[in-house]
């Protein structure tokens, strides 16, 4: 097993990821890179061992490497990444869109260490060591971007990690990861912002209809809270298959409209009860 670990980006899915396999490493150190008041916190809090702002001294030795970063700062430093990872290292992401993020490892990792693109399908609204939790990814879904019999024994050794930590290894390619996670995962974030701009628009001056508001409304705009720094860089780097995703919930919302006095309104509350019901059931 890996002795030596890596976390670049020691936020909340990186100080998540540390706080998660620390207990199934045993021995191994973990090294920390980030910016120096980021660092401080997270080695208060365990997750690290080893404050580094240095990215070759944080690098050398690291045989597991996890770079969690934004998307866009991750494309930048994959070439110095490839270029000073040790030979032995494998190198995981834990970006939210998989297809440019793999292709540009492709053009870097040419021998030695391997790139294993991956996603944890967790989060929280609001990001930060502060709220880093080592059971973030337990009973969740993380996707890796390789085939199940993939021969790498560092691949293979990933993936029981991630199962070890309580989360469900998924297996498929990165066009077909980011179509997938448009639909499930980020056409939702985009309902609930133009939820908010509806809301925002049509509140009064006496606050209606926003002080009426109840758990519902909570629950529907939850993802309003998300911080648009993630954001940006995910609909940069997957803006094609989030225009898809628009347009199907724009056909959507025209459809509901031609329907609301008809009986077809019945068949759309079902349709979207058996959606929910799956939802719930899924583990």
């Not at 690098?59 to 994959?78: C, I, K, S």
């Not at 021998?111 to 399908?121: N, Q, V």
């Not at 990861?177 to 499930?184: K, R």
């Not at 209606?208 to 940006?232: C, E, H, M, T």
């Amino acid at each position: 097993m890996w002795k030596r670990v890596t976390i670049l980006g020691t936020g909340l899915i990186g100080g998540s990821f540390a706080l998660a396999v620390r207990g199934h490493l045993p021995g191994a150190k973990f090294t920390g890179w980030d910016r120096a008041e980021v660092l401080s916190q997270a080695v208060a809090r365990g997750a690290v061992d080893e404050a580094q702002e240095d990215l070759g001294a944080a690098l050398r030795d690291a045989e597991l490497v996890y770079l969690a970063l934004p998307v866009v700062r991750t494309l930048d430093l994959l070439p110095e990444i490839a270029r000073l990872a040790a030979p032995n290292a494998l190198v995981t992401d834990a970006c939210s869109t998989k297809a440019a993020v793999c292709r540009a490892a492709e053009q870097h990792f040419r021998g030695g260490a391997r790139f294993l693109g991956g996603h944890p399908m967790a989060g929280r609204e609001q990001g930060g060591i502060a709220n880093a939790d080592g059971q973030l990814f337990r009973g969740a879904k993380y996707a890796l971007a390789s085939a199940a019999n993939d021969a790498d024994a560092r691949v293979q050794q990933f993936a029981a990690l991630v199962t070890a930590m309580g989360a469900e290894p998924v297996w498929l390619d990165a066009e077909t990861h980011d179509w997938a996670v448009a639909i499930i995962s980020q056409l939702p974030q985009l309902a609930a912002l133009a939820l908010a701009r509806v809301l925002n628009d049509e509140t009064d001056e006496t606050g209606l209809p926003v002080v009426l508001a109840g758990p519902g409304a909570r629950d529907a705009l939850r993802l309003a809270g998300s911080p648009y720094d993630i954001w940006r860089d995910i609909s940069l780097t997957n803006r094609e298959n989030l225009s898809r995703a628009l347009d199907r919930l724009a056909q959507a919302v025209d459809h509901l409209r031609n329907v609301l006095a008809s009986r077809e309104l019945k068949d759309e509350f079902e349709t979207a009860n058996h959606i929910y019901q799956i939802l719930r059931e899924v583990k």
